[in-house]
């Protein structure tokens, strides 16, 4: 019970009967006697014991959400009955009738009061008046009782209609009655719901088109000061007066009826919607005016408003206070002496309301947060703004008269984005605002479109239109933290809070409050590091980070700063020895060092949920994290800093719990690792050390926590800073909405060209050689002879469809043409690998790139077109120099042309110089770019340019062979190269870490691939998805549409011109962020749809494209989401389902449509409706993530491939529905329906940095082998790859992208010599590859032979590489071992005997120098 402690004493001392029926107003007590309460109830709060004595308390404490419904949706359950008011007694009176439809509830209980008061007290009008939310539209129930309402109407009122498909709706019903309606009164909406208003002669039926006197003034106001809409309609309200003069007499009435409504309606209160309903009434319908002609008109108060931004306190005797100076008068004299805080030293905590609340007295979440931040000896400033534009009141009231911040914490309870709202924002303002003030910003979200039962109920959690609003837009402001606070009564529409969850964000204010204003000497950190799969040779793991280099860099920041360090070592390798122990520990010893034994009735003790634990793991300690007796906390403490850590999900070994279509909860150890952080250790911060570890991934709702969500439970009240790598902003955003953790995002290694050795730079150079002695009838075919011998010897055979017969083929006999085109087929193959980009090494926090590395982004980022900013890559001007286009160089290249394949090198080496050139002005004598020097700030650069001498650029290009290169062309890709120069050696990582950990605001950016969107520079920023309405763009959309064209002529060529009928892909939450949709594109463009943006430019909906503009079949697809994208991109999954169930219902020949072909089939098949059976969008459930395929390969904890396969069907098989978008359903029967009619799989590769051996992300969720199990046929479907990490987009085999991964990565010296450079962490990363690839062979059997034989000669044949691996890391090479030795057994590769018994020996000696025997 103590739980829902203050909220719910708040409420019973101010006399409500229940805490949860909250029809009485607060203002309703006299501000005296709230406060008087205030005082007794926060005495309560410190004395927690007297909770369970006040038997009267006990009756109040009832959680809301205690009630729990089934499997509900996630549309709402509240129902517009609950809202319908009909006069008890006409009395004669004509009565009008009244539909509205609110985005948000809080207008119910006024406009309810409002009808009744004029029933009651009205002689002239009755009024019957029905209410309907948003969202309840979708209902097909609702939506049809909406239109019966609406053929009744006299009048009709909408408000933030902000929703496409609903506004589609809306618009759909009220077009047509418009012009029988006697009024449409529509507030801040959807522009084309706005043109429906009408009053008398008002209307805004241009708006957004042509000239109106409305429109005009808020266009110009955007103009002047970037308002919203919103904020337009606030100003015009101030300047009617003004506006009015220019309108005809009756138009200005008509107007200025329009604008009192608005005003009316802003007001909110049930007086002033009594006063809209009677103006409108009297003025506008006919039966009304009819029945009033010679009476007088009722004279209609004025508006009454409160001020359109000031301060608000619920105990206050001013209801408001318009400056902070009378506030604190009244706060600090009166209030904080009796509530027993002292204004001197207690933290503030400042709160951002909506106004409609306060308007409408609909306020108690409001309250009861403020009530337990004043009870745990906080202050508070309560302020609120008219419009949705936030930034205003934050300037004139969090700060003090000498400009100085006046609040430690901001929370904003709106749920909106600071500028803008739900409408349009203006994120860079909010920003800026919020950078100045410089303290953590909190955005806690209220239930809008659920109820408490429906939201506690739902998997999904959050309503998927309220996480696109009121999380994913603030995040980009920079907000963190999206806890749910509040939700509605389901009868009165109130708003309710809930208690548990208002205590969570008291306490999480608090703490990060508390980061600012504790010494730093005092303050205690938990450093977290992960260990991935669970082994001694992995602790430390992170996506490209030198783990214990980065923690050295952190330390040595943190004594810096002030921070007790203890004896902290200042070398990575003695940090890395206190953790796993010394060097002799760490070879002779499985365990870590252990920083702390927990008793299990201390854990118990400590651990509420522990209980809810045994269900999975029986009772405590259990085996995981523990010595038997006790559970067992691994790390290391230096002073005031703790590395710890963090245990792992615990079910990797274990085959049953990986087929669980659910995943399990925490185990034991793992909960006992977060109860040290909090509560032992007494942490006032976490940082969790890289990408990534499992404490986001654990189950519970996808967005909107509730207190049994695992994640919540662990962290608790931690606030917690969270290291992800910039390249992954899906996974960094779940950490962010699951484990309230602020990003801090660090950069990858800068990628480099692969490079040749061995036989591949043999083979260049033969070229090279063959290029000048070509039509050499002697040395020629002798060159060509020793290519193909070459070329057969590095496996390119595999690559080359025609390479020539080794033991048959003599160039002699052959022409020059066909010698050519050996040569460039030989060529492009090599340029292939040559190219492809690499990231080296790992990268070291704090540290930024070098000259040369600098080179080798910028080099990436040159490459492409960027036409939405007018820059044209540097490729394609030296192409256009020459009279080429870039394009065609590319395909001529691809096909082999050896002219071209020649052309393409020598266009990419001049790229190269020119942008050595640029860097080489900013070099130092250290190799590294301390401060960017323009070139066109320099005087030299003036003078030069006057004596017409070249940029260095230029001259470059000109010097590499292309002396008509254009400068003025140039231009503006070198000016941009200039910019991201500066962002890529900035160096924000440590500040970023520290700005955190000070309790100060961190910027936002987006993350993603740097090369493709350089905004992801600098790092050391909070790292934000992107909004998620806004894909797929109209470019992703375009090459998608590029790359499924090049996808379909691949399959069409390779299968005597008949297209596939059925391809299954895989969406990435990552590669969509990167890409703005590419791949969702694709999915679309293949069936036959294009996705169309609203007027706003968000994209909601989808057309169908007709077969005639198609000119192909449209292909079915089976679509597999990652959990990370279904929890990012759920209205894109909608917008997906709602496309396919458009071309499944489209009446074609089925021969044109392989959708609808295979969905009639199923429909049969199964018994179900063509809709359910047209269901192709798959992912696992809600809480769950992957397959679990790459757990059980990693950790080798599988018995064969049915069982991996198994794993998929099961855990992949949840289906997403438009027409019931609320849940995934478990389909398992339709997924295999779907997959089993599948001819070809497909996945995209979009960044260079993350490749398919880099992760097993992309083998685990490759249903390429589970389809070949479930065809009738037994046929292995095709494997594609879409390779879109450079401008030259290309479409590859599965088995070409394993070769050239293999090549570029596992088999390159200068890829393992790189990763080896880095010590202990370096061999792990080269054995993660090898695993990945041995991945490939259990789910796709896509891996060559040679690939094994070739690393095992780099690694095991080779006895120095042997001896450096087991040095380095022993727990890693067995591993490798371990792997090669289980590649030959389950038949994944063939090699001699020889090759086994030495592994096995090796095995062996390796397990003997471990256990140090």
């Not at 609909?362 to 309250?367: F, G, L, N, R, S």
């Not at 745990?376 to 205003?392: K, M, W």
Request: with cysteine.
């Amino acid at each position: 019970m103590a739980s829902f402690k203050f909220a719910a004493a708040a409420l019973l001392s101010l006399g409500a009967t229940s805490a949860w029926q909250t029809r009485t107003s607060f203002i309703s007590s006299t501000p005296r006697q709230i406060q008087k309460s205030a005082i007794q109830t926060a005495s309560l709060y410190r004395n927690p014991h007297a909770l369970h004595k006040r038997s009267s308390l006990s009756m109040v404490v009832t959680d809301p959400t205690a009630p729990a419904i089934g499997k509900g949706g996630m549309f709402t359950a509240s129902n517009a009955e609950n809202r319908r008011v009909v006069p008890e007694d006409v009395r004669g009176r004509p009565t009008m009738k009244i539909v509205y439809v609110v985005l948000e509830s809080q207008y119910q209980s006024s406009m309810t009061a409002a009808a009744k008061r004029i029933n009651a007290g009205s002689d002239n009008m009755a009024v019957e008046c029905v209410g309907y939310l948003l969202e309840e539209l979708r209902n097909e129930d609702a939506f049809e009782q909406f239109k019966k309402d609406m053929a009744e109407a006299n009048i009709f009122i909408g408000s933030l209609i902000f929703v496409q498909e609903l506004a589609e709706k809306v618009t759909e019903v009220v077009q047509p009655l418009r012009d029988q309606l006697d009024a449409v009164l529509i507030f801040p909406s959807m522009p084309e719901v706005m043109r429906l208003n009408k009053v008398g002669s008002f209307t805004m039926k241009n708006l957004g088109q042509s000239k109106s006197v409305v429109a005009d003034f808020m266009k110009k106001k955007k103009q002047e000061d970037g308002s919203s809409f919103e904020e337009g309609m606030l100003k015009l309200l101030r300047t009617l007066p003004k506006v009015l003069k220019f309108l005809p007499s009756d138009k200005a009435a008509d107007a200025r009826t329009f604008m009192m409504s608005f005003q009316y309606w802003l007001g909110g209160s049930p007086q002033n919607l009594e006063s809209l309903l009677l103006m409108v009434g009297q003025d506008y319908v006919a039966p009304i005016k009819e029945s009033m002609k010679g009476k007088d008109k009722v004279a209609v108060e004025e508006p009454v408003l409160l001020p359109d931004k000031a301060i608000w306190h619920p105990v206050a005797p001013d209801i408001v206070f318009e400056t902070n100076e009378k506030y604190f008068e009244w706060y600090n004299k009166e209030f904080c002496p009796d509530a027993g805080i002292d204004p001197a030293t207690a933290p503030t905590v400042g709160i951002i309301l909506q106004k409609s609340h306060i308007n409408t007295k609909d306020d108690t979440h409001y309250v009861s947060l403020i009530a337990e931040l004043e009870s745990r000896g906080a202050r508070v400033v309560p302020i609120y703004s008219g419009g949705l534009d936030f930034s205003g009141p934050v300037e004139d009231y969090f700060y003090n008269s000498m400009g100085k911040p006046i609040v430690d914490t901001v929370i904003n309870l709106t749920g909106f984005a600071l500028v803008g709202g739900p409408a349009s924002q203006d994120h860079k303002k909010a920003a800026a605002v919020l950078k100045k003030l410089n303290v953590p910003y909190m955005c806690a979200v209220p239930l809008v479109f659920q109820s408490f039962e429906e939201w506690q109920a739902s998997e999904l959690g959050l309503h998927p239109i309220q996480v696109a609003l009121q999380v994913s837009l603030p995040e980009i402001d920079g907000a963190i933290e999206p806890i749910i606070y509040a939700g509605r009564e389901g009868a009165t529409g109130r708003s309710v809070p809930l208690a548990d969850r208002v205590n969570l964000l008291a306490d999480r204010a608090m703490k990060w409050a508390n980061l600012r204003t504790k010494k730093a000497g005092d303050k205690k950190i938990a450093i977290t590091i992960f260990s991935f799969p669970p082994d001694k040779g992995n602790v430390g793991t992170a996506a490209y980070l030198d783990v214990f280099d980065s923690i050295k860099a952190v330390l040595k920041q943190l004594k810096a700063e002030g921070y007790d360090v203890g004896d902290a070592p200042d070398s990575k390798e003695a940090i890395m020895e206190a953790v796993l122990n010394d060097p002799e520990a760490r070879i002779s010893s499985p365990e870590l060092n252990v920083a702390y034994r927990m008793s299990t009735d201390e854990y118990y003790e400590l651990t509420p949920y522990a209980k809810d634990l045994e269900e999975n793991w029986g009772p405590a300690p259990g085996n995981l994290n523990s010595d038997g007796q006790n559970l067992v906390i691994y790390g290391k403490q230096f002073g005031n800093v703790f590395i710890g850590v963090q245990p792992s999900f615990g079910y990797e070994g274990d085959p049953m719990r990986l087929l669980f279509a659910k995943s399990a909860s925490p185990h034991h150890g793992f909960a006992a690792y977060y109860t040290y952080l909090e509560k032992v250790f007494q942490a006032d911060a976490v940082l969790h050390f890289g990408t990534h570890g499992s404490l986001e991934f654990m189950p519970g709702k996808q967005v909107g926590m509730s207190g049994t969500c695992y994640p919540d439970r662990l962290i608790n009240s931690l606030p917690s800073a969270y290291l992800y790598a910039a390249n992954n902003p899906s996974e960094a955003t779940i950490a962010k909405r699951r484990s309230y953790s602020a990003t801090v995002s660090y950069l990858t290694p800068p990628a480099e060209n692969a490079g040749l050795y061995k036989g591949l730079k043999e083979l260049k150079e033969l070229i090279s050689s063959y290029q000048g002695l070509r039509e050499n009838e002697g040395r020629g075919p002798a060159i060509i002879n020793s290519i193909v011998s070459t070329a057969w010897t590095c496996n390119l055979d595999k690559d080359i469809v025609d390479l020539p017969d080794l033991e048959t083929y003599d160039a002699k006999n052959d022409t020059l043409e066909r010698r050519d085109e050996i040569a460039g087929k030989v060529y492009a193959q090599i340029m292939q690998i040559e190219s492809r980009l690499l990231p080296c090494g790992l990268h070291t926090v704090g540290v930024p790139p070098t000259a040369e590395e600098a080179i080798a982004t910028l080099v990436n980022i040159a490459q492409l077109d960027r036409p939405e900013d007018k820059i044209e890559g540097i490729p394609r001007v030296i192409a256009a120099s020459i009279g080429r286009d870039i394009n065609d160089v590319y395909r001529g290249n691809n096909n082999g042309v050896l002219a071209d394949v020649e052309l393409n090198e020598k266009i990419t080496m001049a790229s190269r110089a020119a942008v050595r050139a640029l860097v080489d002005q900013s070099t130092d004598a250290n190799g590294r770019v301390k401060e960017v020097k323009n070139f066109f700030d320099e005087v030299g650069g003036i003078f030069g340019s006057l004596l017409g001498a070249k940029k260095p650029w230029t001259q470059a290009i000109i010097n590499a062979g292309f002396p008509n290169v254009s400068e003025e062309r140039l231009a503006p890709v070198f000016a941009y190269l200039e910019f991201c120069l500066k962002q890529v050696v900035a160096n924000n990582e440590l500040p970023g870490i520290m700005e955190l950990l000070n309790g100060q605001f961190l910027m936002p950016a987006p993350g993603g691939d740097p090369i493709r969107n350089p905004d992801v520079l600098p790092t050391g920023r909070n790292m934000h998805a992107l909004d998620p309405s806004a894909i797929p763009t109209t470019a992703a959309v375009e090459v998608a549409e590029d790359v499924v064209r090049k996808l379909l002529e691949k399959l069409a060529d390779e299968n005597d011109g008949a297209y596939p009928e059925s391809i299954a892909f895989t969406l990435w939450g990552t590669d969509n962020i990167k890409t703005y949709g590419e791949s969702l594109a694709q999915v679309l463009a293949l069936v036959g749809v294009r996705p169309v943006a609203d007027s706003l430019g968000r994209v909601n909906k989808v057309e169908l494209i007709p077969l005639e503009e198609l000119g192909r079949p449209r292909i079915d697809v089976v679509v597999s989401c990652s959990g990370v994208f279904r929890d990012l991109f759920i209205n894109q999954m909608n917008l997906m389902d709602r496309g396919i169930k458009m071309a499944a219902e489209a009446d074609e020949p089925l021969e044109q449509n392989f959708v609808r072909k295979h969905a009639l089939e199923q429909a049969e098949e199964l018994g179900v409706s063509l809709r359910e059976a047209a269901c192709r969008v798959f992912s696992n459930s809600a809480g769950s993530y992957s397959a679990n395929v790459g757990l059980a390969i990693e950790n080798g904890g599988w018995e064969d491939e049915t069982q991996l396969q198994d794993q998929f069907l099961t855990r992949k098989g949840f289906a997403f529905n438009a027409d019931k978008p609320g849940m995934m359903e478990q389909q398992a029967d339709l997924f295999k329906s779907a997959l089993k009619k599948v001819d070809v799989t497909f996945q995209n590769l979009d960044s260079s940095e993350i490749s398919i051996t880099d992760v097993s992300h992309y083998y685990d969720s490759d249903p390429t082998k589970v389809v070949q199990g479930l065809r009738d046929d037994k046929k292995k479907p095709m494997s594609l790859m879409a390779d879109t990490t450079t401008a030259n987009a290309q479409v590859r085999t599965l088995a070409e992208t394993v070769r050239l991964d293999a090549r570029t990565k596992l088999l390159n010296p200068k890829f393992y010599e790189g990763m080896l450079s880095t010590g202990y962490e370096g061999v792990r990363e080269i054995q993660k590859r090898l695993r990945n690839t041995m991945g490939w062979s259990a789910t796709a059997g896509e891996v060559d032979n040679f690939v094994f034989e070739d690393a095992n000669d780099v690694f095991i044949n080779d006895p120095e590489m042997q001896q450096r691996l087991l040095n380095t890391n022993p727990n890693a090479f067995r591993d490798m071992v371990t792997t090669f030795l289980e590649a030959n057994g389950r038949g994944y590769w063939e090699t001699s005997e020889e090759n086994i018994e030495r592994l096995q020996e090796l095995y062996a000696e390796v397990e003997d120098r471990i256990e140090g025997v």
